[in-house]
């Protein structure tokens, strides 16, 4: 409201005290009585109603779920679902928005990641139904960093063999190696002993020299030098093992490799803005070839307590 404005809203609210009349006001002022009407009643407040919502019963269980359990919305909806929700998904998205504790994280400085320069492998546990019955799979995951192209399996256990095989495939598939590979401390590939001294598996070590790659353990802490692998996880969970049953793992690894193909590699990444798969069309001459002659075996160093006469 500009200056002369305001000055004419006090001159009419004091004539208006002086005669008690809007024709009077009006009249004094030379304004219009419904001018004179509008300053003396003030603006009009506008009552909504506000419409009841499918989720107003459940607010208080939903508020559980997430705050004190952390679940993800899909996870919340099976819960509510099971004390007949009858609302849709994107209502409850929307509203655990708003509820949700924002997460607050330090400044991280972003890592360059070159071509063919560097991949990440990670393990993750999932409940899954494998023939009619839930038990714990072991997701192994490699990613590329540069094109983010994703490669999955499903194991029974974590073992050497398991890594080994995991890798094995994703080469084939990628028809190329990586320079280096990223690992958190696992017993199966390597760990730090203490300052500066960092064990590796000497099976895995003849498999990565015979592959040519460089094996890097990186420091216990170091979660967001991990994050590449690490965040598809959820994305694997909620996406693609959520609400499936799967006959077996031989039918489990066959349906996460056309999901691979289908869906994770050919979505539009939302940090890159591209497509995987296109990416890699990129990276691929930036990766080393596969080694002509391959070996199916590898030695174990294994210890042995023995007496002292042998």
């Not at 607010?59 to 004190?68: D, G, S």
């Not at 895995?204 to 420091?219: N, Q, S, T, V, W």
Request: charged residues 30%; aromatic residues 10%.
């Amino acid at each position: 409201m500009s200056r002369k404005d305001k000055k004419t809203c006090q001159k009419i609210m004091e004539v208006f005290k002086q005669t008690g009349s809007l024709r009077a006001t009006a009249k004094k002022l030379r304004v219009s009585r419904n001018a004179v009407r509008r300053q003396i009643r003030g603006p009009k407040v506008r009552s909504v109603s506000r419409r009841a919502s499918k989720l107003d019963p459940y607010k208080a269980k939903i508020q559980h779920l997430v705050r004190e359990k952390n679940l993800s919305a899909v996870r919340v909806l099976e819960q509510i679902k099971d004390i007949e929700y009858k609302g849709g998904y994107s209502i409850l998205k929307d509203y655990i928005r708003t509820i949700r504790p924002k997460k607050t994280r330090g400044l991280t400085t972003p890592i360059d990641h070159p071509p063919g320069h560097e991949a990440q492998m990670d393990w993750s546990p999932h409940k899954v139904i494998l023939g009619g019955r839930e038990q714990t799979v072991h997701t192994g995951s490699i990613v590329l960093c540069f094109s983010r192209w994703l490669y999955i399996g499903f194991f029974p256990d974590e073992t050497i063999d398991s890594v080994i095989r995991l890798h094995k495939e994703a080469f084939k598939e990628l028809a190329g190696v990586p320079a280096t590979i990223t690992y958190d401390n696992m017993t199966t590939v390597g760990f730090h002993k203490g300052y500066a001294k960092i064990w590796i598996n000497p099976k895995f070590k003849a498999f990565a020299d015979e592959y040519g790659f460089r094996i890097i353990i990186l420091k216990p802490g170091a979660k967001d030098r991990h994050g590449m692998v690490e965040r598809p996880f959820h994305y694997i969970e909620n996406n693609f093992l959520a609400g499936r049953e799967f006959a077996d793992f031989e039918d489990l690894n066959r349906r996460g490799h056309l999901w691979r193909q289908h869906t994770a590699n050919v979505r539009n990444h939302g940090t890159l803005r591209e497509r995987p798969k296109d990416r890699l069309k990129r990276e691929h001459a930036f990766l080393k070839p596969l080694p002509q002659f391959l070996s199916d075996t590898y030695y174990r160093e294994v210890e042995r307590l023995i007496q002292r006469d042998f």
